[in-house]
């Protein structure tokens, strides 16, 4: 079973460029979730989709930044335009889901996208 | 607010040595917690995930503890292996939710053949 797959796996873009990140979850996942981890600090949460939707997106930095999950399939993180802090490792995870709002279920990670701004 | 603390930050040991890692939450409201391995340049691997309900967990040489009332857990690992050189880290959901991961900043293993 293929695990989570992000693209691309490095990107170094100038400030005030637009820059899109790709998420494949495991494939029956239903929970997507992005999580980003600027130089040294804590991986931090970004925001979590059930599925096409958003449930919670108040980890995301500013407007600068959209999500989508079209089809409720793959999703796609859009930083535009972008700072130089908005440098870092994004990473995607994606779980099963369960009993609504109840049941825990691990996270699998993605190998993440290192994001460069200059 | 939730927030995770690892100690120690990093751990040098020679081959074989059982370790412990520690983690600590502020918040023991907690659904569970996982802990993670990040290898460079990949991504994190879940190693155990404690459900809150529970006291441990094991995985091969690995076992994890959770002491919720205190705001702890513990990773041990047996019988350390060069393999086994990688940032842990330890997560739990932030207050009033079972999903939206804190970490901590991890400790990072180096196991010496």
């Known amino acids: 079973e293929a695990g989570v797959t992000q693209f691309p796996s490095h990107s170094v873009i100038e400030k005030g460029q637009t820059v899109t990140l790709r998420c494949d979850p495991i494939?029956?996942?239903?929970?997507l979730y992005w999580y980003r981890r600027v130089m040294g600090k804590e991986i931090k949460f970004l925001l979590h989709f059930v599925k096409e939707s958003k449930q919670d997106e108040s980890g995301m930095p500013n407007n600068r930044f959209l999500a989508e999950r079209t089809g409720g399939t793959y999703s796609t993180l859009k930083v535009q335009p972008a700072e130089l802090e908005d440098s870092g490792v994004y990473f995607c995870a994606s779980s099963q889901g369960g009993l609504e709002g109840r049941r825990t279920d691990t996270q699998y990670f993605g190998p993440g996208t290192r994001l460069t701004v200059l | 607010k939730q927030e995770v603390t690892q100690i120690p930050a990093a751990l040098s040991v020679p081959e074989g040595e059982n370790l412990v890692l520690n983690c600590s939450f502020t918040d023991s409201a907690i659904y569970n917690l996982q802990w993670f391995r990040q290898d460079p340049g990949k991504g994190l691997t879940s190693l155990l995930l404690?459900?809150?309900?529970?006291r441990e967990q094991t995985s091969g040489r690995l076992n994890a503890s959770l002491d919720k009332s205190s705001g702890r857990s513990t990773l041990y690992i047996a019988a350390s292996q060069p393999g086994d050189s990688a940032t842990y880290l330890c997560?739990?959901?932030?207050?009033?939710?079972?999903?939206?991961?804190?970490f901590g900043k991890g400790t990072l293993l180096t196991v010496n053949p």
């Open positions: 997560a739990v959901p932030v207050e009033g939710s079972n999903y939206k991961l804190t």
């Open positions: 404690i459900q809150s309900s529970q």
């Open positions: 494939s029956g996942h239903d929970n």
